[in-house]
C-alpha cells in the first residue's frame, strides 16, 4: 500500500480460474494486534456521526494506532 496510508504490509490481489478477485494479506503479529484495534474503533465510529465529539476522538485513537505498525523485515526488497 502507497500514499497516505501508513500501513506497510504485503498484500497479493490474484484472480481465480472462475474471475473471483482474492486478496490476500501477510501481516506481521505486531501489525495484526494493531489492524484489530483499529477495526474495533472502526466498529464504534460506524455508529457515530463523523461531526460527534466520540468519532473524533476515536478518529485520534485510531491515528495514534498507526505509529504502532511496523515493516515487516526486507519489505524494501519486494518488487511489486
Excluded: C
Excluded at 484489530?36 to 474503533?41: D, G, W, Y
Excluded at 468519532?55 to 515493516?71: A, I, V
Amino acid at each position: 500500500n502507497k500514499g497516505s496510508n501508513p500501513y506497510r504490509g504485503i498484500n497479493m490481489k490474484l484472480r481465480n480460474k472462475n474471475g473471483q478477485n482474492i486478496e490476500m494479506q501477510f501481516n506481521t503479529k505486531n501489525n495484526l494486534d494493531v489492524k484489530e484495534k483499529m477495526h474495533q474503533i472502526y466498529n464504534k465510529q460506524r455508529e457515530l456521526k463523523p461531526e460527534s465529539k466520540e468519532w473524533q476522538e476515536l478518529n485520534s485513537e485510531s491515528l495514534k494506532l498507526t505509529k504502532l505498525f511496523d515493516n515487516p523485515k526486507n519489505i524494501e526488497k519486494l518488487v511489486a
